[in-house]
């Protein structure tokens, strides 16, 4: 490949390396121009362009990237479509992610064009949920480099995924005075969320008393139990304490107890006839990420955790911030890459839902506003996050209490969407881009936004890009702020549909299945997707 700026005269066949407008029309980074493509340039006053010539035996990126994919096939892993130099493989149900670190390091070493980036060993995924992308960093790359890239993977697998089994849980909460009963139901609440995934079930709960006698007849009628859970009244600090004592007493005996995991320090692994017994730290009574996790999840994906495997897990174990850190944690945005802030649109009012405001609805515990701007905290690669108000704002803003969010009321939003699409984008002006999504759209998952975000951050800051339902334009869309006065001119009860169909030439679609098209906009879809979340988890 010969890459660099070329005269219009030797560049029919050319990748373009970067987007230029020729008169009204817009060339995308990676078009092979053809001889109306150099015509229209000529007489918009180009004389040269940044550009790929192709040598003999180069592969350009998107058939590079697409046969390195269709080299990394593995069972329950599915490979999306190559698009600018990319592919994006998915899990096809949920489990443990297992990436052969090695395999991996040999791909990554043989040429800088060509990279493969996975998500952390042992990461637990969705079905649906993208584990790895390869990314084609120049316009092509040499064939016999991608042959030899070929040939590492065709000798082992280097993504491999262990699907969740679902598993007969038998949970055992000890109790002293001081603790109180809804501190137990809310444990079992949490230990039933965290089985979902799996779609284990508790086949049942036993409370007893804080002793090692109480605890001891408790684990003998586990009964048909695949796995036990242990939470105890108080921290077990030593493995003569109470939990340690009963699984001895019941025949049973102690695999680890304390792990390099914070966190999650004092959780204990046991066996029982057979089966894990797991001591519960106390942190594993809250949802949120801690070491109880990183083991529960490999026994429940069927992979062998003793002694070695925990203390294995030290580095990536320091899960929360400690209070005499000197520092914190850098800011959610950095770098020179474009910036694009999420702006969630949630001031509608719900107008066939029979009187109802479908935002509030519970979806698992939560409205459903507060489950789609979570979705929004959870992208990776975003900015800020905004929410849109106007119907109900005082409800929706208490629903949303305790987020990193920032609220913007709409008095005008019963004069449609389009007054709330241009509060949002006013208020995100500073981005490069505006990630606008929908409040009502349940199976959009943080992996969906971060997908669209990388879209646009390769094809560059003038970029539109759209989420597709296969091939049909759907939402959420990212808009250049380039267009903010475009934006600004909208009126009526309309979103950004006409500004793409003004600006074909700026349009990247971005295939996300149903999650791109399905909003709950009245009472049968909001218990559909009720429905299809719970047996999903």
């Known amino acids: ?22 008169g009204e029309r817009r060339l995308k980074k990676g078009t092979r121009l053809a001889q109306e493509d150099l015509e229209a340039l000529r007489e918009s006053g180009v004389e040269s362009v940044v550009a ?26 599915g490979v999306g479509p190559a698009a ?24 990554n070493a043989v040429d800088p064009s060509m990279t493969l980036a996975t998500l952390s060993e042992f990461a637990p995924v969705r079905a649906g949920q993208m584990i790895a992308t390869v990314k084609i960093i120049p316009l092509s790359v040499d064939g016999n480099k991608l042959a030899e890239a070929l040939s590492i993977l065709s000798r082992s697998q280097a993504l491999k995924l262990a699907p969740f089994r679902p598993h007969r849980v038998r949970l ?25 995934a799996s779609h284990s079930t508790i086949i049942g709960e036993r409370r007893a008393p804080h002793t090692a006698e109480a605890l001891e007849a408790a684990l003998r009628e586990a009964g048909d139990a695949d796995l036990i859970l242990v939470f105890g009244a108080s921290a077990v600090i030593d493995e003569g304490d109470v939990i340690p004592d009963a699984i001895r007493r019941a025949g049973g005996r102690i695999e680890s107890f304390g792990m390099p995991v914070d966190p999650g320090n004092l959780l204990l692994l046991g066996t029982l006839d057979g089966r894990p017994v797991l001591g519960a730290p106390g942190c594993a009574r809250s949802p949120k990420e801690n070491g109880f996790d990183f083991v529960l999840n490999r026994l429940l994906a069927g992979l062998p955790v003793g002694p070695e495997t925990i203390r294995g897990m030290g580095v990536g174990g320091l899960l929360e911030e400690i209070g005499s850190r000197p520092s914190p944690r850098e800011s959610e945005s950095s770098g020179g890459e474009a ?18 405001n479908k935002l509030l609805a519970d979806f698992g515990g939560m409205p459903l506003v507060r489950r789609s701007v979570e979705t929004a905290l959870g992208a990776k ?32 939003f019963a004069e449609g969407l389009s007054t709330s ?48 339902d296969r091939g049909r334009r759907r939402n959420p869309v990212i808009l250049s702020t380039e267009l903010l006065p475009a934006i600004i001119a909208l009126e009526g009860d309309i979103g950004a549909a006409p500004i793409i169909a003004a600006e074909p030439e700026r349009l990247v679609e971005v295939e996300m299945g149903e999650a791109a098209s399905f909003d709950v906009d009245t009472l049968n879809l909001l218990d559909l997707a009720r429905s299809r979340l719970a047996e999903t988890g």
Do not use: W, Y
């Not at 490949?1 to 020729?22: K, Q, S, Y």
């Not at 790929?52 to 892993?77: I, N, T």
């Not at 949490?190 to 979902?196: D, F, G, Q």
């Open 1 to 22: 490949m010969i890459f660099g700026r070329t005269p219009l005269a030797d560049a029919e066949g050319a990748v373009l390396a970067h987007a230029i407008h020729a």
């Open 52 to 77: 790929a010539r192709l040598l003999p035996g180069d592969v350009v990126e998107d058939e590079a990237a697409g046969r390195l994919g269709a080299a990394l096939d593995a069972p329950h892993v």
């Open 84 to 107: 600018t130099g990319r592919v994006n493989l998915f899990a096809k149900t949920a489990g443990l992610f297992c990436p052969d670190r090695a395999v991996i390091d040999r791909l």
């Open 172 to 196: 055992i909460q000890t109790m002293l005075p001081t603790v109180k009963e809804k501190v137990l139901n809310k444990t079992r609440r949490v230990s039933e969320a965290r089985l979902e």
């Open 339 to 356: 910036v694009v802030d999420i702006v969630v649109l949630a001031a509608g009012r719900s107008s066939r839902m029979e009187g109802g």
């Open 381 to 412: 690669r975003r900015g800020a996050v905004r929410v849109v108000t106007g119907h109900m704002h005082e409800a929706v803003e208490t629903a949303l209490e305790g987020l990193k969010v920032e609220t913007i009321h709409n008095p005008d």
């Open 421 to 468: 699409l241009k509060a949002g984008v006013r208020a995100s002006e500073d981005a490069d881009g505006v990630l606008v999504m929908l409040a009502d759209q349940p199976f959009l998952q943080p992996d969906h936004l971060d997908l669209l975000i990388g879209a646009f951050v390769s094809e560059g800051k003038g970029s539109i890009v759209a989420a597709c």
